[in-house]
Nanobody, 123 residues
Framework: QVQLLESGEGLVQPGGSLTLSCEASGRGFRSPIMGWFRQAPGKEREVVAAADWRGSSTYYSDSVKGRFSISKDDFKNAIYLHANSLKPEDTDVYYC????????????????WGQGTQVTVSS
């Protein structure tokens, strides 16, 4: 099994920035789609960003377009979520994902999930 290990949790003020990391153990990222979801208590997981690295295609939710970006480091076998201009409503647990979904927001179709990283945006 591929294991996705996340890091980068933290508390930031509104307007601040934070970068989350996700390193894949074993054989690494092998599925076509990689990305990030987030989830608040009592709510369903929602996609934040996803990418098909083979085709250089990316997807961002409307709520984060222009503020968040996704990138990867093949040598470190890792993907990153760069979150800028953070808002209180960005406060959530963030999960990195890897799989072959029909659509980026189909959470149940991803094969691997990170353990979750808490991001808190508050003044």
């Amino acid at each position: 099994q591929v294991q996705l290990l996340e890091s980068g949790e933290g508390l930031v003020q509104p307007g601040g920035s934070l970068t989350l990391s996700c390193e894949a153990s074993g054989r690494g990222f092998r599925s076509p789609i990689m990305g990030w979801f987030r989830q608040a208590p009592g709510k369903e997981r929602e996609v934040v960003a996803a990418a098909d690295w083979r085709g250089s295609s990316t997807y961002y939710s409307d709520s984060v377009k222009g503020r968040f970006s996704i990138s990867k480091d093949d040598f470190k076998n890792a993907i990153y979520l760069h979150a800028n201009s953070l808002k209180p409503e960005d406060t959530d647990v963030y999960y990195c994902v890897d799989g072959s979904p029909r659509y980026a927001d189909h959470a149940h179709e991803y094969d691997y999930w990170g353990q979750g990283t808490q991001v808190t945006v508050s003044s």
